[in-house]
T-cell receptor
Framework: DSGVTQTPKHLITATGQRVTLRCSPRSGDLSVYWYQQSLDQGLQFLIQYYNGEERAKGNILERFSAQQFPDLHSELNLSSLELGDSALYFC??????????????FGPGTRLTVT | GQQLNQSPQSMFIQEGEDVSMNCTSSSIFNTWLWYKQDPGEGPVLLIALYKAGELTSNGRLTAQFGITRKDSFLNISASIPSDVGIYFCAGKGNEKLTFGTGTRLTIIP
């Protein structure tokens, strides 16, 4: 158990809908990262938050947005869903992004299926 | 998005065999991490490397940070059935981790 929690575990929704994925980082970690993993693919970095503020952006679509709240949990919002958005979405956390250790610890993921 | 090149893409080995895989990049990284992912689960951190030339072990796993800082290697000795899964390398430049394409390890009975 990495200490990172994600809910829900599974999500099935229809095209055009909007969903929210939730992540709670490990206790004491200030940085949260979101990744997308499509079937048999690698991990694509979406976005990073540090202590409530956006820190870095990857290949995140404009239909997707995220935020990190004062209690450090984070939510990833996916809107106008398309079939191609079906994937595993992982959250990871780390202590601070600039100081060692740089290790990111991953949650169990949310499997999103868009029908 | 940018990804590191991992090789081999897949490996089929017998239990008890040693395994070697590597990761290469066109960019220099100051940290290399190795993760293992089981189907439908999140990646689990295996080894972290912080210094060029560093050799670090975690049980039967040994990883090395290449001298050029553009590559890293992971070896698994005496493989066992629970080693099955996908192994990802990840390099850290600034604050972002860039992940490799993965090596899928299968153990043949």
């Amino acid at each position: 158990d990495s200490g990172v929690t994600q809910t829900p575990k599974h999500l099935i929704t229809a095209t055009g809908q909007r969903v929210t994925l939730r992540c709670s980082p490990r206790s004491g970690d200030l940085s949260v990262y979101w990744y997308q993993q499509s079937l048999d693919q690698g991990l694509q970095f979406l976005i990073q938050y540090y202590n409530g503020e956006e820190r870095a952006k990857g290949n995140i679509l404009e239909r997707f947005s995220a935020q990190q709240f004062p209690d450090l949990h984070s939510e990833l919002n996916l809107s106008s869903l398309e079939l191609g958005d079906s994937a595993l979405y992982f959250c990871a956390s780390s202590a601070t992004p600039r100081l060692a250790p740089y290790e990111q610890y991953f949650g169990p993921g949310t499997r999103l299926t868009v029908t | 998005g940018q990804q590191l090149n991992q090789s081999p893409q897949s490996m089929f080995i017998q239990e008890g065999e040693d395994v070697s895989m590597n990761c290469t990049s066109s960019s220099i990284f100051n940290t290399w991490l190795w993760y293992k992912q089981d189907p439908g689960e999140g990646p689990v951190l295996l080894i972290a490397l912080y210094k060029a030339g560093e050799l670090t072990s975690n049980g039967r796993l040994t990883a090395q940070f290449g001298i050029t800082r553009k590559d890293s290697f992971l070896n698994i000795s005496a493989s066992i059935p629970s080693d099955v899964g996908i192994y990802f390398c990840a390099g850290k430049g600034n604050e972002k981790l860039t992940f490799g394409t993965g090596t899928r390890l299968t153990i043949i009975p």
